[in-house]
């Protein structure tokens, strides 16, 4: 189903808020409703959209090879025709763990600030009518590299693209906001159209275990995106990627203290938290989402949070019941390997297959339990790439890493099911009517589509 009007995006929106509303009522009003991956994970974040991570995407980027591409989005659901702007009183970042450890090794940190006025409200309400009005909700930020214990400031006074507002030469816009950074990488900050698409059928099966219809579409609506594209031995353990591929990455938000519990320094708390895709609002007990967004992933192992409700996931259990299929017995340690400790024949997981452990690079010291979307940099780029990824062969998709093609909530929900470690339900999603992204994604970085508009 090809959506090609804005008339039939609406349409698409109401029928996505119908599914919102069934599992409202059937949930009851304790469950947060979502129609995407991770965008609505937790009821703080839910509150609070500004530091709600959506998505998170690593990948080897195809046209530069030597490099990874990192995608962090932010603030979801963002109408066309409103302005969206990040939190200045926030630090968003992404971190690598190169060692296995659950800590950080490569921080790459953004803090905003605003640009001109702001918006009266009552001009807010003319969107149609609010094209010149780019300038007015323009932010700049700051980008700072932490490592071996040092700050480095690698942009200042940077341009983050803002909404799209029917002005002429957008495009121009977007080429401002892509910026090289020292060392052959490049930043690209702003609003993009949203990447994120799947089976509305198997959303609402993994999310809440109630059958839908299958819409198979897009989100029709922007994020605001933090991308980066570094070199390979810029995130790699001794700098040294053919030696030590695999990496681990996630992204936070924390917020200046007010009153929320949190980890981090005494000045900012960390209230939002994502790795792999549908991990929070899936694996983790809705009464532990908040917790969980709080929690390093060092904090993993010893914690008593992210390894049991991994090992044993009440909707698992959900799942199987409505799928028609019997759930992979406690403890699963197929989800394990998957969540916590990435792929490998080294360890005694059930999944026989070297793909994104930490184990496989050569100076990795113990490998800890901790919840970090693992990339093996040294996986070729698919020739012809799969949306299912690990699912159908193609080593380079998720859960090895993540790229902006992949059906992650399809994925997740047959892992849930028992794949690849066993025979799971892969019946349960068709699969020849695929999902597809609502805008398609460029050749270069950062790859994302330009915002969508009320027109197109």
Do not use: C
């Not at 957008?170 to 020292?182: E, F, G, H, N, T």
């Not at 609002?281 to 809705?286: A, F, G, H, S």
């Amino acid at each position: 189903m090809q959506l090609t009007s804005a008339r039939s995006r609406w349409a698409w929106i109401a029928g996505a808020s119908i599914a919102v509303l069934t599992a409202t009522v059937l949930l009851g009003p304790t469950m947060r409703p979502s129609t995407a991956t991770s965008h609505w994970d937790a009821p703080a974040t839910t509150l609070n959209k500004q530091v709600d991570a959506t998505d998170l995407y690593a990948f080897t980027s195809p046209e530069r090879q030597d490099t990874v591409t990192i995608v962090a989005n932010y603030i979801p659901f963002q109408a066309p025709y409103k302005p969206y702007q990040f939190d200045t009183d926030a630090r968003y970042e992404v971190h690598v763990d190169n060692t296995g450890t659950g800590k950080a090794a490569v921080t790459y940190r953004w803090t905003f600030a605003n640009k001109g006025l702001p918006v009266p409200s009552f001009i807010r309400k003319r969107e149609h009518k609010a094209g010149p009005l780019d300038s007015l909700v323009e932010q700049s930020y700051t980008l700072t590299r932490l490592r071996d214990g040092k700050a480095e400031t690698l942009v200042r006074d940077g341009y983050a693209a803002p909404t799209d507002m029917g002005a002429p030469g957008y495009l121009s816009v977007r080429r401002k906001a892509v910026v090289d950074l020292p060392g052959g990488g490049k930043v690209f900050t702003g609003t993009a159209a949203d990447p994120f698409y799947s089976d509305n059928r198997a959303v609402n099966l993994l999310r809440f275990g109630l059958p839908f219809f299958p819409v198979k579409t897009g989100v029709p609506m922007n994020v605001s995106s933090l991308a980066l594209q570094l070199p390979k031995s810029e995130l790699a353990l001794g700098g040294d990627p053919a030696r030590n591929p695999v990496i681990g990455v996630w992204t936070t938000a924390s917020r200046k203290s007010s009153g929320l519990l949190g980890s981090g320094s005494a000045d900012y708390r960390q209230v939002s938290r994502l790795g792999n895709p549908n991990f929070n609002e899936v694996i983790i007990p809705l009464k532990q989402r908040d917790h969980f967004n709080t929690v390093r992933p060092d904090g993993d192992e010893s914690g008593n949070l992210v390894v049991p409700s991994t090992l044993d996931p009440d909707q698992a259990k959900v799942v199987a019941k409505q799928a028609n299929v019997t759930a992979p017995p406690a403890p699963r340690k197929d989800l394990e390997q998957i969540y916590l400790t990435g792929l490998t024949t080294r360890a005694d997981g059930p999944i026989k297959q070297d793909l994104n452990s930490h184990l496989l690079n050569q100076d990795a010291p113990r490998v800890a339990k901790a919840e970090e979307l693992r990339l093996n940099m040294s996986t070729p780029v698919a020739t012809a790439p799969d949306k299912y990824g690990i699912l159908k062969g193609d080593a380079q998709g998720y859960p090895n890493g993540r790229r902006l093609i992949d059906d992650v909530v399809t994925v997740n929900l047959r892992m849930l099911l028992g794949e690849p470690a066993g025979r799971g339900a892969p019946g349960l999603i068709a699969e020849d009517n695929p999902a597809f992204l609502l805008r398609p994604i460029t050749g270069s970085f950062p790859y994302l589509a330009l915002p969508v508009t009320a027109t197109g």
